[in-house]
């Protein structure tokens, strides 16, 4: 099963991603995780992204689409992706239509977090995760079960996004709703979306997602 889950920063999209790569053993294709390591790896095209992430724009079509192009071909998506922040402009979903076609694989759903933007900032202004396994929290609504410990592997450090902040929140709400929104009546014409409440609890939200997906 191949599907897209979309929504504002902060949606919940790699929250619930995670879920479904633990219980459907599906993959989870994050650009902002494979940005943020490229970032990470200090390579020119790295630096170019690490300026335009922190002022909470996009990074160019040119580069994702090459990025999802290289990844989606390998050998550990045959049994199913979820793209979580990929497409988020026309231009994306046209090639990533594209490149489907050429690769004879089937979107099966893409599935629109609605969530209001009054919440986000707060969503996204608890968050953290752990260094060592990447695991996310929330200083409210997803606690360490431990103070200090990470529940998945019992790391104990800790670490906050660098765009994380109230300004380039306020940025990346923008380009979501400038550039990625007009997604939705696209993939609204091609019979292929659905909504799901991401205002909703997290156990919740999975449980609406689920609902769509259907039975393992
Ligand atoms: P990216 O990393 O994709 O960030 P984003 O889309 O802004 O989404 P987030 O990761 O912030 O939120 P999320 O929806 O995954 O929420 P989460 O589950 O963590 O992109 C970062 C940047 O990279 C972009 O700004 C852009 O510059 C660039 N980029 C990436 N892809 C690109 C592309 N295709 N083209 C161009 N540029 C690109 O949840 C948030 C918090 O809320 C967590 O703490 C969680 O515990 C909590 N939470 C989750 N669900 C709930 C709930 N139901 N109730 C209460 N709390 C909840």
Request: glycine share 10%; aromatic share 4%; charged share 30%.
């Amino acid at each position: 099963m191949n599907l897209i889950l979309m929504g504002p920063p902060g949606a919940g999209k790699g929250t619930q991603a995670k879920r479904l790569e633990d219980g459907r053993g599906l993959i989870q294709l994050s650009t902002g995780d494979m940005l943020r390591a490229t970032v990470e790896s200090g390579s020119e095209v790295g630096q170019q992204a690490k300026a335009i992430m922190e002022r909470g724009e996009l990074v160019s079509d040119e580069i994702m689409i090459a990025m999802i192009r290289d990844r989606i071909q390998q050998p550990d998506c045959e049994n199913g992706f979820i793209l979580d922040g990929f497409p988020r402009t026309i231009a994306q979903a046209e090639a990533l239509d594209e490149m489907l076609t050429k690769m004879d694989v089937r979107l099966d759903h893409v599935i629109e977090m609605k969530v209001d933007d009054g919440i986000l900032v707060d969503r996204i202004s608890g968050r953290f995760s752990c260094t060592s396994c990447g695991t996310g929290y929330h200083d409210r609504f997803q606690k360490l079960q431990k103070e200090g410990v990470c529940d998945n592997c019992g790391g104990t450090e800790f670490t906050r996004r660098k765009d994380d902040n109230a300004e380039t929140v306020s940025s990346r709400l923008e380009a979501y709703h400038a550039q990625t929104a007009p997604l939705l009546p696209y993939y609204k014409e091609h019979g292929a979306l659905k909504s799901v409440d991401g205002m909703a609890d997290i156990d919740e939200v999975t449980r609406q997602i689920e609902a769509v997906l259907g039975a393992v």
